[in-house]
């Protein structure tokens, strides 16, 4: 027979799988970003604005109520589909007078022992294994680079 513990037990698996699975994913969100960071060869991590203020050339975002806030990886939590969301800014001008940035949404899950990576709304996911390899993330750093470059060309006059 079924009890009340039962049922409290359940909630309390429930809680704790739900933490692993965040922790999981926050770890390879942070290697994805960390990963396509590296792979533009900065210089320098940050760049002056026109304010005199040190500004990341990557950054991560939450969209939150319609607008994108800033976010670190620490604070990202699952949505309903056990998955997390979030945009890796880039400044892809990186002059005083002229900062701009472009946003690439990214949404990370698990199936079994792959990672699956979305990248822009509706994409086919990006499919890796669960455990760090070499190389791991160069198909998504390369599509996250290759998107950027397709935003920015979109935007130029016909």
Do not use: W
Request: glycine letters at 4%; a negative charge; hydrophobic letters at 40%.
């Amino acid at each position: 027979m079924l009890t009340y513990q039962d049922i409290k037990q359940a909630s309390s698996n429930l809680t704790i799988e739900a933490a692993k699975r965040t922790a999981t994913l926050r770890k390879l969100a942070h290697a994805l970003v960390t990963a396509y960071t590296d792979s533009l060869k900065l210089i320098n991590p940050y760049f002056t604005d026109d304010e005199g203020r040190k500004k990341p050339y990557v950054d991560t975002y939450v969209e939150q109520y319609g607008k994108l806030t800033p976010c670190t990886i620490g604070m990202l939590s699952l949505d309903q589909d056990y998955a997390i969301n979030f945009f890796i800014r880039t400044a892809v001008n990186d002059e005083p007078a002229y900062v701009n940035y472009v946003d690439i949404q990214v949404s990370i899950k698990i199936e079994q022992s792959d990672v699956f990576i979305y990248l822009m709304e509706n994409s086919t996911p990006i499919i890796t294994p669960i455990e760090p390899i070499s190389g791991q993330f160069i198909e998504a750093t390369t599509a996250i680079k290759q998107g950027i470059i397709s935003l920015i060309n979109s935007q130029i006059p016909r």
